[in-house]
């Protein structure tokens, strides 16, 4: 037994080369290939699952929609539903067409600017988290304002595309009570702009850079000017 697995992973290993061999001829065609590869899968994922829309609803179409990417979702007066990981989940929720959705957690999922059809539809949407999700750019920001009356929380924390730009469209978004914009490497600034974004939103709570929380510590704690005025 010990000598015919390793034969057999060698055969398979074999067609694999032989198989790319033929295909690609260089590594870039390989790039290439594969590139075109992930594109049509994350595709694939943020399609609209329009006859589930039809024949439940928007609500339980957004759930499903966030449930097939891993996520998870809260239902009005509801226990959150979550997904195993491989898009699999209780199919409970089809029976909530009439329950409004209050909260998404979509933390690394590959949504992008398609896949947010399947949220903006959720008008009662009080609480979303797209935490590190690969594909969030400034581009879906500036198509968040369509929850403005609804959406209290947001976390944009640890999203590599999101820059300084996306961040000046959540000026729609005055209700908006609690804002993580934490480690977002393409923000060139980020103690600076996590103060722009609180003037921009002045009910709302940010959270950013530390060093940015640090000044402010510094401040509040200082104690206030009570020299005596320098004789005339």
Sequence with gaps: MSTVAPESNRRKGGKL????ADRFYDVEALR??????QVSKVHQKNRSFTYIKEQ????????YFILKQG???KFRGKEWIRSN???HSTLE??????????????????????GLDNLLALKELQSLSLQRCPHVDDWCLSRLYQLADSLQEL???GCPQISERGLACLHHLQNLRRLDISDLPAVSNPGLTQILV????????VQGADWAQGLKLGLEEQPPNTASPMPA
Aim: aromatic share 14%; charged share 20%; with cysteine.
């Design 198 to 205: 609180e003037e921009m939103l002045p009910n709302c709570e």
């Design 155 to 157: 976390s944009l924390a």
């Design 85 to 87: 990981g491989r898009g």
């Design 71 to 73: 996520g998870a979702v």
């Design 32 to 37: 290439d290939y594969l590139f075109r590869k």
């Design 56 to 63: 439940y609803g928007p609500y339980v179409a957004g759930a």
């Design 17 to 20: 080369l032989q198989f790319l």
């Design 93 to 114: 929720f089809l029976h909530f067409q009439a329950v409004p959705v209050e909260a998404v957690d979509a933390s690394d999922c590959a949504i992008n600017y398609q």
